[in-house]
């Protein structure tokens, strides 16, 4: 009975926490640099309908001027292809040019996403990014990077991307947003 009330304490807590989540520290409209959070390709290295749909709404933001460079951020986690090169070829496939490309081919989770970005950019001395990602993803990502000091951010949802997760991999969100206000948030720190 304890352990049922434990793990209802904990859902509780992470349905608020997603609920209260921060979308970002800044009502800018423009942005030093618009980072796009990686997830896998499919197994022949081709992009998710997913990946593709975060890749176009970055073009999209770029388009419109949001910022004049792109970070594509993620590593290679679930297969051989490393997320953030498949991502850039994706971009520079919709006319994005090379030059308006970096990017952070190490992080292997959405904490490592941001700290690895993060430092990516202090290293460049911006100090402002849009952060895009799919809606489900997008609570944990704005806790996250709540956390990294001295970069004004603002997270923004791929569009369509709700339509592209299953109810199996909301479900996983959920469990991973659980995680890390239990356990990754005071445990797995990054300095940026």
């Not at 434990?6 to 807590?13: D, F, M, S």
């Not at 090379?98 to 990017?103: D, K, N, P, Q």
Request: aromatic letters at 6%.
């Amino acid at each position: 009975m304890a352990a049922a009330a434990l793990v209802a304490a904990v859902l509780g807590w992470t349905l608020l926490a997603r609920e209260t989540a921060p979308s970002g520290n800044t009502d800018r409209d423009s942005f030093d640099v618009i980072v796009v959070l990686g997830h896998p390709a499919n197994v022949d290295g081709n992009p998710t309908p997913l990946v593709l749909s975060e890749v176009t709404e970055a073009v999209r933001e770029y388009e419109r001027g949001v910022a004049p460079r792109i970070i594509f951020t993620g590593g290679t986690v679930a297969n051989s292809f490393v997320e953030a090169q498949v991502m850039a070829r994706t971009a520079e496939a919709q006319g994005i040019p090379r030059s308006a490309v970096l990017l952070e081919p190490q992080a292997r989770d959405t904490i490592e996403n941001a700290c690895y970005s993060a430092r990516l950019m202090k290293a460049n001395g911006w100090r402002s990014a849009e952060v895009i990602s799919i809606a489900d993803h997008l609570p944990r990502v704005g806790l996250i990077w709540s956390r990294i000091p001295e970069i004004e951010w603002r997270a923004h949802a791929a569009r369509g991307s709700g339509e592209e997760t299953s109810s199996i991999e909301k479900a996983i969100e959920i469990l991973k947003m659980a995680r890390y206000l239990v356990w990754a948030r005071q445990t797995e720190h990054c300095e940026p």
